[in-house]
């Protein structure tokens, strides 16, 4: 598993954002790490290689927000999900043409599509963040082995 360790935000940030530039439309990456580890940060960074212009900041109060960049960007936050067995019509998002990111994706387990990109987030310091991406199907191998290069 490939694994990168990170020493400030704007690093995370660069990292999603040369991620983003290999992703194709209808890709789903999940972020998993505990309050405070950088999901939203890294969202920053891949909605910046999508292009996208507007602010991207925590959903917490909305599951999902939508942006729009070079394809759209759909922001799921599924902490407020933990308790609900319910579909939310999740597939019009993963398949609605642009990039998918799930924080706390475990909530939503049932409903993630089998082919994702699983990143995990974990603090180790301050300012670093060990990043570990693991691939759900082949089309993501090459993305997760380059991933910080
Ligand atoms: N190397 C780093 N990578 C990412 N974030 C970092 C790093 N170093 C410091 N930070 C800081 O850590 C915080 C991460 O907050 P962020 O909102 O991204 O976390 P989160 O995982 O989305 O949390 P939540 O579960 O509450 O949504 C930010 O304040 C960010 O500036
Ligand atoms: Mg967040």
Same mark, same amino acid.
């Given at each position: 598993?490939?694994?990168? @360790? ?54 917490? /109060?909305?599951?999902?927000?939508? #942006?729009?960049?070079?394809?759209? @960007?759909?922001?799921?936050?599924? #902490? ?26 475990? /909530?939503?387990?049932? /409903? ?27 089309? /993501? ?9």
């Amino acid at each position: 598993m490939k694994e990168i @360790l990170t020493h400030t935000a704007k690093e995370t940030q660069s990292v999603a954002q040369q991620l983003a530039r290999k992703l194709r439309p209808n890709s789903t990456i999940t972020l998993t790490g505990d309050l405070g580890a950088g999901k939203t940060t890294f969202t920053k960074g891949l909605g910046a290689g999508l292009g996208v212009k507007r602010t991207i900041n925590s959903p917490t /109060f909305t599951i999902v927000k939508t #942006y729009s960049g070079n394809i759209p @960007l759909y922001h799921i936050d599924a #902490y407020r999900l933990e308790d609900s067995e319910e579909d939310i019509g999740f597939d019009d998002y993963f398949y609605g043409g642009g990039i998918t990111v799930v924080e706390w994706p475990q /909530f939503i387990e049932p /409903f993630l599509p089998t082919e994702r990109l699983d990143l995990t987030i974990e603090r180790k310091g301050e300012d670093e963040r060990l990043i570990r991406c693991q691939p759900r199907g082949v089309s /993501f191998e090459k993305i997760c082995e380059e991933l910080g290069q």
